[in-house]
């Protein structure tokens, strides 16, 4: 039988274990292979730190957070580019590929997993690539699994602040993850209600920001909402958030308190899209491997299951695009990307 490998690797989010169990129980029901589960995502590759994932192994996982297998931030090729020099981690991921029969390996990540699979790949390894990330910024696909779960949980986040805002006529600002994106922020920002939304990809200015609250005040509105993303424009050594907040009571003399959501949007149980999705991916990635179609990424566009050669992905980011239907949409409901007045 076929011999795969399983990792999962970079920021953990909910959907993992469905994903793996997707994969893996697809691989030993319908196409009898053997499954590995490597720990702690690269990391489990170079020490050879695996186990031996069974059926029963992969039962009662689906609505579990987190991965059962681990994560880790481990970049093999960092500052290497082949796997020649035998003290290096990527020989050492190929002698264990080697030794331990492999004869493909599953990598669940988002941006920086599927450029280390493509470089795994280029070196001759059977790989195929899951892309999994709260911040639904993978390249190549429309959505990632994780993104689902952490709009859910920052947009009850936005829902609680709102009835505290309004209660003491305050500036609320809540700063989101989502790295160098500013997807989760734009869509847990609109279902919260977000009256202004900063995005990284949108340029924005403080006058514009405080224009809108004080339009609100006067048109007795006495709150307002400010979704951030953390990644915006600010000064390093202080979060978005504060940046955002201090300008804002310095400038409308209005009483404003920031929040920085954090960790909690990537843990807990996904939502039921994101096991569906995460186990749709992984279902699929099992049949690329017994169809061989390897060196490629498993990839969702038009809600139609497809793969994208890992090496068109690598190392791409898929940002908001600022003419993004939704935030013109927003905008024409009166939503502010704090940009009006540039
Ligand atoms: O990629 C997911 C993410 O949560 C980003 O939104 C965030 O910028 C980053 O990971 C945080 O990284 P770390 O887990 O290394 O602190």
């Known amino acids: ?188 920002g609109l279902a919260g209600g977000g009256d202004i939304i900063l995005l990284p990809e949108l340029e924005y200015n403080i006058r514009s920001v405080c224009k809108k609250i004080e339009s609100r005040f006067e048109s007795k509105k006495p709150y307002s909402i400010v979704v951030v993303a953390e990644g915006i424009d600010h000064p390093k050594g202080e979060s978005a958030a504060s940046h955002v907040a201090k300008a804002i009571e310095m400038y409308t003399d209005i009483e404003t308190r920031e929040t920085v959501l954090g960790y909690i949007q990537r843990g807990g149980s996904p939502t039921p899209m994101d096991r569906i999705l995460a186990t749709r991916y992984g279902a699929f990635a099992a049949r690329c491997i017994a169809e061989e179609n390897f060196g490629t990424m498993v990839a969702v566009k038009a809600n139609e299951l497809t793969t994208v050669p890992l090496a068109e992905v690598g190392g791409k980011l898929r940002l908001v695009e600022p003419d993004f239907g939704l935030i013109e949409k927003a905008r024409k409901m009166g939503v502010s990307f704090g940009d009006e007045y540039l």
């Open 1 to 188: 039988p076929k011999r795969i490998g399983i990792l999962t690797a970079g920021g953990d989010c909910p959907g993992l274990n469905a994903a793996i169990r997707g994969v893996g129980k697809t691989a030993i029901v319908e196409y009898k292979m053997e499954v590995l589960g490597f720990n702690a995502g690269y990391s489990g590759l170079i020490n050879g730190d695996y186990i031996e994932l069974k059926e029963s192994a992969l039962s009662g996982i689906l609505t579990l957070g987190g991965t059962i297998l681990g994560t880790s931030r481990e970049k093999p090729y960092k500052g290497k580019k082949n796997s020649k020099d035998v003290d290096d981690k990527p020989h050492k991921i190929k002698e264990n590929y080697k030794k331990l029969g492999l004869d493909a390996i599953v990598c669940i990540g988002g941006n920086g997993t599927m450029k280390t699979a493509n470089l795994l790949a280029q070196e001759g390894m059977n790989v195929v690539g899951i892309p999994k990330t709260i911040d639904n910024d993978v390249w190549g696909t429309d959505v990632t699994f994780g993104f689902d779960s952490a709009v859910q949980i920052a947009t009850d986040a936005i829902d609680r602040l709102h009835t505290t805002a309004n209660s003491h006529q305050r500036v609320m600002i809540i700063e989101i993850m989502g790295h160098h994106a500013g997807w989760l922020a734009l869509y847990s």
